[in-house]
């Protein structure tokens, strides 16, 4: 299994063959300030859940960035098993933990967290949802045998490692359980830094390169 922290899978996709999701949680927190509102993405707007659904991408009427996950479950378990989808994802057997960690946001003033313009809308993951999406993977450790946790996300500007990231303690846990916590590396034009968490130095930062050179995309 691998377990994919991000806006939520569309388990009816064609990539996605039946059954491929076999658990399925929900961590997004509400919240409102002067800059923004946030809503949860989870089931009856609750802050958590585990039922099933709860893993479901968010609404992709709200922003594009809703189809995340499920391109990210396609690339790690797709299977292209018909005429549309020919080809397969990098472990086709694999099954998916689908975890949602992200939050709907929409700007009360120019320049808030979406953007600039003071109505636009987006999603975004608070450090804590992806902590209680992390501890559940481990929770899940004995029910499910999971390679990897992954983490298709991230901020910041890292030369060196950040260990004191409040993440740090549950990916040293899965660690310890033989579980991989693959995060992106960022896609912010660096090639001498990355973004969080994947700076922390128990997880694996995962970068593109182009397959004809082997060198560092441009992005």
Known sequence: KVAILDTGVRKTHQFLDSGKVVSEACYSTAA??????????????????????SGVNCSTSWTSGCSHGTHVAGIAAGYGGNATYAKTGVAPSARVIAIKVFTYFRNRVANGPCGASSTAQCVLSWTSDQMKGLERVYAL???YFIA???MSLGGGYYTGYCDSDARKPI????????IATVISSGNEYWDGAVGAPGCI?????VG???????????Y
Request: with cysteine.
């Open 32 to 53: 409102t300030n002067s800059n923004y509102y946030a809503s949860s993405t989870c089931p009856g707007g609750a802050s958590s859940s585990t039922a099933v659904g």
């Open 171 to 178: 990916i040293d846990k899965l660690r310890s359980a033989g």
């Open 201 to 205: 130095s128990s997880a694996i930062t």
């Open 141 to 143: 450790r004995n029910t």
């Open 208 to 218: 593109a390169t182009l397959d004809s050179s082997n060198s560092i995309s441009s």
């Open 148 to 150: 990897a946790a992954n």
